[in-house]
């Protein structure tokens, strides 16, 4: 569904961006020998199993984005790649140390304000969501220009991969 709902984004679009936000990784990444079991998850409370078939109705599956055929969906409907990158780099890119640091001054509430330190920490994190999830971003209609999220770091090299 994500490659025809990617070819259906690049007929809609005339001139912008595409921006996809979601974990995943490049197909040769993806499909690598280190997951002979694929990237199948069951989800509850924030705990993953591969109990597929426990809680049916209850818990949510899901599994990683090949960014790889989706960057080729695109292409195939007219989007050129302006770039992929982590979740990590795309936020510090725009400066979200900057904003973090800003909000976080605002806050008077010591134990609001940790909360807030440890949902920041959690998006930016390397080990975890800042590089699990990455961001695909692809244009149309639109010259070739740099872009603030793809200042610390570019992976588009990444996708030139075999997708599956």
Known sequence: AAIE??????????????ITIDYGHPAEELYGPHRPRGTLFA???????EA???????????????????????REAGLEPAGFT???????????AQAADAHLAAIDNDAERDREVRAIAALLDPQG???TFKVLIQRKGLPP?????????????????HGH
């Open 5 to 18: 709902w990617m070819r259906a984004v690049g007929r809609a679009i005339d001139r912008g961006f595409a």
């Open 129 to 131: 969501m800042g590089r």
């Open 43 to 49: 989800y509850t409370g924030h705990r993953t199993s």
């Open 86 to 96: 982590d979740q990590t780099s795309f936020l510090l890119g725009l400066g979200a």
């Open 52 to 74: 597929f078939y426990d809680r049916i109705g209850r818990q949510d599956l899901t599994a990683h984005v090949d960014f790889t055929t989706l960057a080729r969906a695109g």
């Open 145 to 161: 220009h740099p872009l603030r999220g793809l200042s610390v770091s570019s992976m588009a090299h990444l996708l030139e991969g």
